[in-house]
């Protein structure tokens, strides 16, 4: 798996986060034995645990420190918040779904990921308490990028995002310099919706 991605993700460190982490313990029984291919996969709920191509070049556009401060939107099954608390200082992640959100909080517990903080997904999307945040990785699509997330982005943050219609999305890396906001594309891709106020309508 982590060859795959090695051939598009270049951060060693990143490299090396995705081999720690053990995604098939992220992965419901009935679709284990595919845990290592690079694919996404279904968790139930509507909902499914990325490719694997798609965590390391979205951890690696991030450009993580140790001591950064992640904001994770979309916890799913917790594998891309384990594989960014091996990256950063700490790691706060909202869910929607809660047997998603309990099941993941006790898969990064018992994996000893005690950087994670999961927590539900409230009326505003982010966690504007816990704000600002040094990076944000968004692991749903939106039709635009949410304001309030980029509220909660600091002075020299990024934020990636996938962006655009049901049927398909650009990834998007967004950074904050003061108050100007750069945006790039990283290419195309294809997630689950966003659920609630800045998803889609009828999400």
Request: aromatic share 4%; proline share 7%; hydrophobic share 45%.
């Given at each position: 798996?982590?060859?795959?991605?090695?051939?598009?993700?270049r951060?060693?460190?990143?490299?090396?986060?995705?081999?720690?982490?053990?995604?098939?313990?992220?992965?419901?029984?009935?679709?284990?034995?595919?845990?290592?291919?690079?694919?996404?996969?279904?968790?139930?709920?509507?909902?499914?645990?990325?490719?694997?191509?798609?965590?390391?070049?979205?951890?690696?556009?991030?450009?993580?420190?140790?001591?950064?401060?992640?904001?994770?939107?979309?916890?799913?099954?917790?594998?891309?918040?384990?594989?960014?608390?091996?990256?950063?200082?700490?790691?706060?992640?909202?869910?929607?779904?809660?047997?998603?959100?309990?099941?993941?909080?006790?898969?990064?517990?018992r994996?000893?990921?005690?950087?994670?903080?999961?927590?539900?997904?409230?009326?505003?999307?982010?966690?504007?308490?816990?704000?600002?945040?040094?990076?944000?990785?968004?692991?749903?699509?939106?039709?635009?990028?949410?304001?309030?997330?980029?509220?909660?982005?600091?002075d020299?943050?990024?934020?990636?995002?996938?962006?655009?219609?049901?049927?398909?999305?650009?990834?998007?890396?967004?950074?904050?310099?003061?108050?100007?906001?750069?945006?790039?594309?990283?290419?195309?891709?294809?997630?689950?919706?966003?659920?609630?106020?800045?998803?889609?309508?009828?999400?």
């Amino acid at each position: 798996m982590v060859a795959r991605v090695a051939e598009v993700v270049r951060d060693p460190r990143v490299l090396e986060a995705m081999r720690s982490v053990p995604r098939h313990a992220f992965v419901p029984g009935e679709v284990r034995r595919y845990a290592y291919a690079d694919r996404a996969l279904a968790i139930g709920h509507g909902q499914t645990i990325s490719q694997p191509l798609i965590v390391g070049m979205m951890s690696e556009a991030l450009e993580l420190g140790p001591a950064d401060r992640v904001l994770e939107v979309g916890t799913g099954s917790g594998y891309q918040a384990a594989v960014l608390a091996l990256l950063a200082g700490s790691v706060t992640t909202v869910e929607i779904v809660p047997v998603l959100r309990e099941r993941a909080r006790a898969t990064l517990a018992r994996l000893g990921a005690d950087r994670v903080e999961v927590r539900e997904a409230g009326e505003h999307p982010g966690a504007p308490a816990r704000a600002p945040f040094d990076a944000i990785l968004v692991a749903a699509a939106a039709p635009a990028v949410p304001p309030a997330l980029l509220d909660q982005l600091a002075d020299g943050g990024r934020l990636v995002i996938p962006v655009g219609p049901r049927s398909g999305q650009e990834l998007r890396l967004l950074t904050r310099r003061g108050g100007a906001i750069g945006s790039r594309s990283l290419g195309g891709v294809r997630f689950v919706p966003l659920v609630g106020r800045d998803g889609y309508e009828g999400a």
